[in-house]
C-alpha cells in the first residue's frame, strides 16, 4: 500500500500530470481557510516563486502596521523612554566603577534621545528600514533551518518548497501585527495577542515578558500552517513536522531570554 502511494505522489510530480501553476489570491486566501487543501495542490502544481508576492504583501502590511504606531506618538515614546531609562540606569553604574565619567554619560543620553525621537524623520525613516530588513533576514534564515531539518529528516523538499510554504504562512503573521498594533493603540501600551496582554510587564519582568510576549496567537497559527505545509509538500510525518518547526521556535524564545538578560528588553 505504501509503495502504491509513493507511485502515485511520483507519477503526480511528472510534468505532464502538474497542476497549471496556483495564483497568488489562491495561495493567500486558501493558508487562512484551508492550508492542508492549498498545500497538497501546491505539491502537484508546476514550479514557481509562489513566495515572493505573499512577502511583498507582508512587507506592505508591516510598513501599515509602523504607520499605525506613528499615530500615537505617545505610545513609542513610552516604549523609548523605557529604553532609555535602562540606559541611565546602566550608564550610572558605569560612571561609579570609574568605566565613564558623567559627561561621557549625558553625550550618550542625548544621542540616543536624538535618534529614538518618535517625531524625527530620522526615527521613521529607521523604523521603516530595519523592519523591512529583519522580516526579510528572518524569512530567509527560518526557511534554511527548515531545509536543514528537511534533509535530515531525508526529505526531498526543494529550498524553492521551503521559501514557499513559510512566505505564504508569513501573511498570518502580518496581519496580527495590525491587530496587536490596533490593540495596543486602544490600551496605550504596546501589546501582542499573547499572554502578555493579561499581566503587567512589572510582575512578570523583563525576561519573562518579552518570552509571554513571543507567545503571539497569530504566530502560533502561522507555525501550525507551516508545519501542515512541510507535512503536505516534503512528505514527512505530523509528528516530525511539528517538531521541527515548534522545536525552531523554542530555541528562538531562549534566544528572546538571553538577548534580553545581555541587552535589556527589546521586543
Known sequence: MEENNQN???SEHTPDALLPKMSAGDIISGVLSSPGETYSEMAISRPANYWLIPILIVLILNGISI???FQNPELIQKKMDESLEKTRTKLEEQIKSGEITREQADQALEMQKKFTNPESIFFKITSYASSTIFVIAVFFVLSLALFIGMKIFKSDMSFQNILNVV???SIITAIGGI?????SLMLGEIKTISPALLINKSSAGDIGYSILSSIDAFTIWAYVV?????VKIGNIST???YGLVFGLWIVWLIFVALFTVVFGSMF
Do not use: E, T, W, Y
Open 8 to 10: 502515485i505522489r511520483q
Open 67 to 69: 504607520f499605525l504606531s
Open 167 to 169: 512566505g505564504s504562512a
Open 179 to 183: 491587530v496587536s498594533i490596533a490593540i
Open 226 to 230: 507551516i508545519s501542515i505545509g512541510l
Open 239 to 241: 509528528g516530525k513536522s
